[in-house]
C-alpha cells in the first residue's frame, strides 16, 4: 500500500498569510494526487485534482504542484473561510490512501 | 445535479453486520468510467478508504478490511451497498460515499456522511 505523509499535521496561520502545505507519496504516484478541504465536520470538498487542476468552482488562491512523490498546496492569500482541514490522496494505486491531514489554524 | 446520500443504522452492536445503503442522482453507474467508493472517518481522526465499485461491476478492498467488506450496486436503483462484518468499537465513524469519475480520479462529489456507532 503507498503510505501518504503530510506536513506539517498543524499550521497557525493569519487573514492574507501565504501557506503550503506538503504531501508526500512512499512511492512514485505521478501526478495521480488530489487536495480536499474538509470544514466543521462536514464531507471533504475537492479542491485540486491530478496535482494542480483546479476545481471548477474552487478559488484561485488555491493552487496544487509536485509529481513523482513530492506535492505542495498553496494557499495564495488566507480568507477567514479557509482555515479547515485538509487532506491529500492518492488514486495512483489500490487502495486510494488518504494523507493523515493537515489542520489549519487562525 | 449530482448528489450522495447514505443511509444505514446509527447503533450497531459488536460482532454485528452493518450495511450502508449511498443512493445517489445526477449520473448512472452504468456510465463507462463512473466509480463509486466508500470512505470513513473515525470522530476526530483521518478520513480512511474502505472500497470501490466500478461501472463495470469490478471491485476493490481496503487490504486491511478485505475479508470484512463486501461492496455491491443496484443499477436501477442507482444505489450501492456496503456490508461490513464482525463490527467492532473501531468501526464507529462518520462513513461517506463518494463518486469517482475515470477523467479525474478524484472524489469529486460526496454523500453528507452517516454516523454509525458501535456500542454494546
Known amino acids: 500500500d503507498i503510505q501518504m505523509t503530510q506536513s506539517p499535521s498543524s499550521l497557525s496561520a493569519s487573514v492574507g498569510d501565504r501557506v503550503t502545505i506538503t504531501c508526500r507519496a512512499s512511492?512514485?504516484?505521478?501526478?495521480?494526487l488530489n487536495w480536499y478541504q474538509q470544514r466543521g465536520g462536514k464531507a471533504p470538498k475537492l479542491l485540486i485534482y491530478?496535482?494542480?487542476s483546479l476545481q471548477s468552482g474552487v478559488p484561485s488562491r488555491f493552487s496544487g504542484s509536485g509529481s513523482g512523490t513530492d506535492f505542495t498546496l498553496t494557499i495564495s492569500s488566507l480568507q477567514p473561510e479557509d482555515f479547515a482541514t485538509y487532506y491529500c490522496?492518492?488514486?495512483?494505486?489500490?487502495?486510494?490512501?488518504f494523507g493523515q491531514g493537515t489542520r489549519l489554524e487562525i | 445535479q449530482v448528489t450522495l446520500k447514505e443511509s444505514g443504522p446509527a447503533l450497531v452492536k459488536p460482532t454485528q453486520t452493518l450495511t450502508l445503503t449511498c443512493t445517489f442522482s445526477?449520473?448512472?453507474?452504468?456510465?463507462?468510467?463512473?466509480?463509486v467508493s466508500w470512505i470513513r472517518q473515525p470522530p476526530g481522526q483521518a478520513l480512511e478508504w474502505l472500497a470501490r465499485?466500478?461501472?463495470?461491476?469490478?471491485?476493490f478492498y481496503s487490504t486491511s478490511l478485505r475479508t470484512r467488506l463486501t461492496i455491491s450496486k443496484d443499477t436501477s436503483k442507482n444505489q450501492v451497498v456496503l456490508t461490513m462484518t464482525n463490527l467492532d468499537p473501531v468501526d464507529t465513524a462518520t462513513y461517506y460515499c463518494?463518486?469517482?469519475?475515470?477523467?479525474?480520479?478524484?472524489?469529486?462529489?460526496w454523500g453528507q456522511g452517516t454516523l454509525v456507532t458501535v456500542s454494546s
Open positions: 465499485i466500478d461501472w463495470d461491476d469490478r471491485k
Open positions: 512511492q512514485s504516484i505521478s501526478n495521480y
Open positions: 463518494a463518486r469517482l469519475p475515470v477523467r479525474s480520479g478524484s472524489y469529486d462529489y
Open positions: 445526477g449520473f448512472s453507474l452504468s456510465t463507462s468510467g463512473m466509480r
Open positions: 491530478v496535482a494542480s
Open positions: 490522496q492518492q488514486s495512483y494505486s489500490i487502495p486510494h490512501s
